[in-house]
Nanobody
Framework: QVQLVESGGGLVQAGGSLRLSCAAS????????MGWFRQAPGKEREFVAT????????YYADSVKGRFTISRDNAKNTVYLQMNSLKPEDTAVYYC?????????????????WGQGTQVTVSS
């Protein structure tokens, strides 16, 4: 089992920045690909970004490419999502997820472990 706890959400004005953190515990963190997903009100949860076990092999949704950066610190068992140039449409609950499955994974069902989510609200 892997336990994931997100933090760092909040209210920010459009154009601002936030950094989300996700602390993992329970198993060897570096054995897992990590991902960030988000769910806006009335919408399905969607992929945001993913990073491979060593921090490379990153991939982003088109909607956040160039504005968000995923990174991880395996020594601290933590994955981050740096969000810059935030827009009102980025408002959502952001979830951290982990998967031990091999490959390049960006679909929700491919991740077996999830955090509880952290709210990000971007005001216009």
């Amino acid at each position: 089992q892997v336990q994931l706890v997100e933090s760092g959400g909040g209210l920010v004005q459009a154009g601002g920045s936030l950094r989300l953190s996700c602390a993992a515990s329970g198993r060897t963190f570096s054995n897992y690909r990590m991902g960030w997903f988000r769910q806006a009100p009335g919408k399905e949860r969607e992929f945001v970004a993913t990073a491979g076990r060593s921090g490379g092999s990153t991939y982003y949704a088109d909607s956040v490419k160039g504005r968000f950066t995923i990174s991880r610190d395996n020594a601290k068992n933590t994955v981050y999502l740096q969000m810059n140039s935030l827009k009102p449409e980025d408002t959502a609950v952001y979830y951290c997820a982990a998967t031990a499955a091999p490959g390049f994974l960006i679909r929700e069902y491919e991740y077996g472990y999830w955090g509880q989510g952290t709210q990000v609200t971007v005001s216009s």
